[in-house]
């Protein structure tokens, strides 16, 4: 891990956050929304429900996401991380709570009408078309647009230079880095208003994971709010405004990134000390 992110590293740039958004709370527990998570730009809230008939693997948690704020959520495996993630863009049955986008109950809406209303979502997994040429991923990205989204797609080769380069290569042939990259740039082509990334950095070198986080940060600071679940959890808490620990489908504890890197439980049990 490069030393830039020992300080203080998330997306504290101010000046493109809405006024009063993203103010620091103590470390709460339980999974009740406070009363900024239920204002949030997107809240997934208190959101109970699982896959098809079977059991719940999500009880009673709260996600949020403001604008300026980048919102990590860390745990265990099989922790529900993505069950979260994948409840919030409408893949599976929120059997109680809701999913608030901008004040709008979205609950009921499908992920492509999410996708319409501003969500973007990588999923941690077959998150890019592998026989695909980059530049093709890139349109496939853009598929809800009916105006000229070249604009889009050369911002995303300035956030990305590499893959402009390899832009006429199969993506399936890129390293993951580069394949990460390649499903980041597909979500932004639709100009989301949130972003959210189930592991960008899975099975990436450190260095590529620092890449990768500056990139992510850069995103955010464009103003776009980013929901991101990572492995790394200390680097991860290092950038987030707003973080998330879930434990068995349920909130465990809930914070800033710094005050939840502070506190001992957090460190005991997830940051090995
Ligand atoms: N498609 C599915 N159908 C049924 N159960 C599922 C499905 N996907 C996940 N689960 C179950 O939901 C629980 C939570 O899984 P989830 O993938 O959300 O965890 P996670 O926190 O993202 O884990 P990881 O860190 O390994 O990615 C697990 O018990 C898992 O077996
Ligand atoms: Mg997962």
Excluded: W
């Excluded at 300080?7 to 339980?30: C, L």
């Excluded at 809230?45 to 990590?72: F, N, Q, R, S, W």
């Excluded at 009408?113 to 969500?119: I, K, L, P």
């Excluded at 990768?212 to 680097?235: C, H, K, S, W, Y």
């Amino acid at each position: 891990m490069s030393d830039a992110y020992q300080d203080d590293r998330g997306n504290k740039d101010r000046s493109i956050t809405r006024p009063g958004g993203g103010s620091a709370r103590p470390v709460a527990k339980g999974g009740h929304a406070s009363p900024a998570e239920a204002s949030a730009f997107l809240v997934g809230e208190a959101m109970t429900g699982g896959y098809g008939k079977g059991p719940d693997i999500l009880h009673d948690c709260t996600i949020a996401v403001d604008p300026g704020e980048i919102a990590v959520i860390v745990g265990p495996n099989g922790a529900g991380k993505s069950t979260a993630m994948k409840a919030m863009f409408g893949m599976l049955d929120v059997r109680q709570g809701r999913v608030l986008l901008d004040g709008e109950d979205i609950t009921a809406l499908t992920p492509q009408d999410r996708v319409v209303r501003g969500m973007g979502f990588v999923p941690q997994t077959q998150n890019i078309f592998t026989t695909m040429t980059v530049e093709e991923n890139l349109e496939m990205g853009a598929f809800i647009r009916r105006d000229d989204f070249r604009n889009t797609m050369a911002q995303v080769y300035d956030l990305f230079p590499i893959l402009k380069d390899k832009r006429n290569q199969a993506a399936g042939e890129l390293s993951g880095g580069q394949r990460q990259q390649v499903a980041v740039g597909r979500a932004l082509m639709t100009q989301p208003k949130v972003l959210m990334l189930d592991e960008p950095t899975a099975g990436v070198s450190p260095i590529v994971m620092d890449e990768l986080f500056d990139r992510i940060i850069e995103v955010a600071r464009t103003g776009i709010p980013i929901l991101m679940v990572e492995q790394n959890a200390r680097q991860a808490l290092e950038i987030a405004d707003k973080a998330y620990v879930l434990v068995q489908g349920a909130n465990a504890h809930t914070g800033t990134g710094k005050e939840l890197l502070a506190d001992a439980e957090v460190r005991r049990s997830f940051l090995g000390g």
